[in-house]
Structure formats: C-alpha cells, structure tokens
C-alpha cells in the first residue's frame, strides 16, 4: 500500500515555505530613523549634515522599506549635499516637521549647483516641512549689479531618479531655483508651497527637464522668475491647480539655445491662475537654429489677473543680443490650444504670436478666450503664426 501523505509531503513543504515567504516579504517592517538620534541639532545653529548623511546612508542600505524622520526645530545644513543612490530598497519616506536651513553665508554654497541633491534614486517620498535657502542676500547681489556673485544653488534637485512623491513641502528664499526634476521618470508633486520676493532674480518655483510623466497639483507658487519652467526633453507633463503670482509664470523654454536639443511635447496645464504675472501661458525659444520642437500642448482653464502678457509665443528671444540677433529660431511650434482663457492683460495686446520665420506655429487653436485691457477690448498679435479660433475668441483673432 502507498503511503501518499508521505509522497505529498515535499510539496506541501515547498507550498508552505513560498506562502512564509509572501507573508514575510508583504509585511516588512519599516525601519524608523530620527535625524535627532544621530546627532543633528534643532537649534539652527550647529551643522546637522553629518547627522542627515548618516542618516541617509542607514536608510539606502536598509534592505527593508526606510522611514527619516525630522521632527520640529531648525537645522542648519551648512553645505551641500548629494543623497546618493542607488538603495538597497525602493522605498524611502523623509516626514519633516521642522525647517532645513541653508548657511547665511551665500558664498558657501553658491557655487555647488545644489544645496540638496537626491541622485540615482528610486522610490523616494517626503512629506511636510520647509527648506529655507537664505537667498535674501544673493538676490541682493545679483540686483546690485555686482559682476563677483556666484550662481546660486538650487535648493531641491533630483536627477536620474524615478517614483518620487513630494506632498505638502514649503521651499522659501532659494538662492536660484526651487524644485528641479532632471532625468526622472514618474514624479508627483502635490501640495507644494513656493515664496520668494518678486525681484528674486532666477528664482523658478519648479523646473522639469529631460524628464517624463511630471504631475504637479494643487500648488501655490510666489517668486521671481517662472512659477514652473519647462525645459528641453520633457514629455507627458501634467499641470492642474496651481495658482502662480508674482511670477513670470508657465513657460515652456527658454529652447533653442543648443543646435541638437530634445523636443517638449505632451504637455497639460489646466485650472491655473496667475495674478500680476508678467507672463500667463508661455512657448520661448532662443532665435537661433535648433533642430527642437514644442508640440501637442494643451492651456485650459486659466484665469488671468492683471497680467502682463497671458498668452505669448516668443520664438526671438535674445537676450543682451548676444550670439543670436538676426537668426530665426529652428524650434518647430505646433499643436497648441488655448481653451477656456479668460481674465485681465495689463497690457494692451494680451495674445502674441511671434513665431519663427523658418519655422512658423502651425495648429495654434484659441477656444473660447476672452481678455480684456482696462475694461475694453485687447489686442492679438501674430506674426508667422497659422491656426484657428474656435467658438468665442477676443481679442478677435490675428491669424
């Protein structure tokens, strides 16, 4: 006779041994680190980077997901930092409660590039808190006209990095830009809070280059230079309810500035409100030859206050007319609409279309714009420019 309980044994072993492994792996803990617990101090006045590093280093190498923990007081972060990966896992949150202070002295890392650096990483999210870059003396520098002041650092960079989640973090007084995303794949930013002065030169809230599948949502941004600026190799870019001013608000570009260069396309902006811009919606090229292009653009939804030039295509730009004046722009413009715009232009003409003479804008489509100029009606311009207007369009249009 057969003993079958014995023949079945190894394989209810093997079945046994694979359910263990799928409970274990689906239940790993989550390693907890408080900055506090490797020496970082919450008095703004002593360094905490070694704090935060050892910190970092701990969480990469976790096999299991990884949680940081700042809790609230002010850390001085009194150099730049590069949170470097890959890890051992793809799942690492930071909770800030607390503040992150850049070193009052712009000096220190004004040259650096970026004061926080995650590089090669996968699976990052922080929630809460607030970096304040102290960039107030910079910006004065560079306002007085001083030829000796650095760059500036950006104050939050990821580069080839993929599956990051920002959620409800405040970036205040940059030295340059705020938030950069550059290389990255699959990133969500929500909630996020951007104040820097109006005159704060080079100041952009969030940045996206050479990057894929951005959404940026529920954002308020107040700063000196673009609220978002796009920038060459940006693809499947979404951006809903953000509320930009002041600013020189949603610029795709500045493009153009290289001969071989990644085009933009797939790009959503929808439900924004600018106020006291000095621009709306923007497309900027350099005017010199490029082989990039802008195309398949969607403005919807967007409420203009007191702006200075809510919808602009620019394709001259040049700036101090140096290595450009007289060439026309290689940056080929096309599939863009503007539906549902509505609001108020400080200026007269409120749509303009200056396109390449090379390559000028095809498929622009105006869909139910309505701005005004001091209660009466605006002005379109449009210059190598060819599309159409749908529905109600003013000012009336140019094309």
Known sequence: MTNTTSKHCPLLLIILMI????????TAETLTYNVV???AQPNSK?????????????ACASANPAAIYVPKGQFLLASSIIFKGPCANKAISIAIDGTLVAPSDYRVI???GNWLHFEYVNGISIRGGVLDGQGTALWDCKNSGKSNC??????????????IVINGLTS?????????????????????????DGNSPNT??????????????YSNIRTGDDCVSIGPGTTNLWIENVACGPGHGISIGSLGKDMNEPGVQNVTVKTVTFTGTQNGVRIKSWGRPS??????????NAIMVNVQNPIVIDQNYCPDNKGCPGQASGVKISDVTYDNIHGTSATQVAVKFDCSSSYPCSGIRLKDVKLTYKNQVAQASCNHAGGAALGSVQPESCF
């Open 19 to 26: 359910i263990c492994f799928v409970l274990n792996s689906a």
């Open 37 to 39: 617990n490797f020496g």
């Open 46 to 58: 002593m360094d905490s980077t070694k704090a935060f590093l050892s910190v970092w280093s701990k």
């Open 110 to 112: 004004g040259n650096a």
């Open 150 to 163: 650095p760059t500036g650092a950006t104050t939050l960079a990821f580069s080839n990095s993929q599956n």
């Open 172 to 196: 205040m007084n940059s030295q340059m830009f705020h938030i950069v995303f550059n290389g990255c794949q699959n990133v969500k930013a929500q909630g996020v809070k951007v104040i820097a």
């Open 204 to 217: 952009d809230g969030i940045h996206v280059q050479m990057s894929s599948h951005v959404t940026i949502l």
């Open 291 to 300: 082989n990039g292009f802008v195309r398949d653009i969607l403005f919807q």
